[in-house]
């Protein structure tokens, strides 16, 4: 006989909503973010580099939209 699955469901009350975004919004605001840290980084002539824009651009982006 085979096993039964269970499923474990949150709550509708604790479940966070997550706005929807599409994949060319969301390289989009990116692509902003980096080029707004990369900017500020060259106006105080912090050290860095386009790549550590990027990286951290993405996180505050994912974050925003509470995507793991």
Same mark, same amino acid.
């Given at each position: 006989m085979a096993k039964? $699955? %269970?499923t474990i469901t949150k709550p509708a009350t *604790? !479940?966070?909503a997550t706005p929807s975004i599409g994949l060319d $919004?969301?390289?989009s605001e990116i692509?902003? %973010?980096?080029? @707004? *840290?990369?900017?500020? %980084? !060259?106006?105080?002539k912090a050290p860095g580099d386009a790549l550590s824009d990027w990286l951290m651009a993405e @996180? @505050?982006?994912k974050a925003k939209y509470n995507i793991a």
């Open positions: 039964k $699955q %269970r *604790l !479940q966070k $919004q969301f390289k692509e902003k %973010r980096a080029k @707004e *840290l990369y900017n500020t %980084r !060259q106006a105080i @996180e @505050e982006i």
